[in-house]
């Protein structure tokens, strides 16, 4: 599975849309991106997933650039309790269904 | 409702007590997969199963069993625990067919002394 390079950590104020960008230059043609966010120790919650259509849900827009080589999930209207870290996944569909997390993007919500 | 639910939350064990973490999903999947996370370290995965009696080893299986004698349940078995097996576990869940997302349990916190 193709690694991933995320910030570290970002900041938001509450109420803003928040842009979390996700590098992944070595992704290939049938490997999904994948976002999963992890409240304080809570188990990770999945919020999102696209192979090359931007994608919506109820949480969250999921934006990959044309070469795929990277994406940005997007929080339209933060709120302190989207204060979590952040795991951008990139993986093969029927493969081991493993899921590699790295360290993920430390989002914090300000008021 | 859809859930992991992963018993005990929290455990404070001692050194060679052998100890079982159950982990049971209720939406029919046949994925299941323990990982472990510790600080520095994120989340690595541990064991994982593809179906009912089909099991693999993931990235740091050492010091740990599974099981997968029905569908729901994926229990974690530690034989003899050791205190470098302290850490917060997360049993997950989730189809094998292609476009689809895992669940994860709400975690266990044990502590080895």
């Known amino acids: 599975d193709a690694k991933t390079t995320q910030p570290t950590s970002m900041d938001c104020a509450e109420g803003r849309a928040a842009n979390l960008p996700c590098n992944h230059s070595?992704?290939?043609?049938?490997?999904?991106v994948y976002w999963y966010r992890q409240i304080h120790s809570q188990g990770p919650q999945y919020i999102i997933h696209?192979?090359?259509n931007n994608e919506t849900n109820e949480m969250a827009s999921l934006i990959i650039t044309e070469d795929r080589k990277s994406s940005t999930l997007i929080l339209p209207h933060a709120t302190l309790r989207d204060t979590a870290v952040y795991y951008c996944?990139?993986?093969?569909?029927?493969?081991?269904?493993?899921?590699?997390f790295g360290k993920g993007t430390k989002l914090t919500v300000n008021p | 409702e859809a859930q992991v639910t992963q018993n005990p939350r929290y455990l404070i064990t001692v050194t060679g007590k052998k100890l079982t973490v159950t982990c049971s999903q209720n939406?029919?999947?046949?994925?299941m997969s323990w990982y472990r996370q510790d600080p520095g370290l994120g989340l690595r995965q541990i064991y994982y199963?593809?179906?009912?009696?089909?099991?693999d080893k993931g990235d740091v299986p050492e010091g740990y069993k599974v099981s997968r004698k029905e569908k729901r349940n994926f229990p974690l078995i530690l034989e003899s625990p050791s205190p470098n097996q302290t850490s917060l576990y997360f049993c997950?869940?989730?189809?094998?067919?292609?476009?689809?997302?895992?669940?994860f349990g709400q975690g266990t916190r044990l502590t080895v002394v």
């Open positions: 996944i990139v993986r093969t569909q029927g493969g081991s269904e493993k899921l590699v």
């Open positions: 997950a869940s989730g189809q094998t067919a292609a476009n689809t997302e895992a669940f």
């Open positions: 199963s593809m179906n009912v009696e089909v099991t």
């Open positions: 696209g192979l090359k």
């Open positions: 070595t992704i290939s043609g049938n490997e999904y």
């Open positions: 939406m029919n999947h046949e994925y």
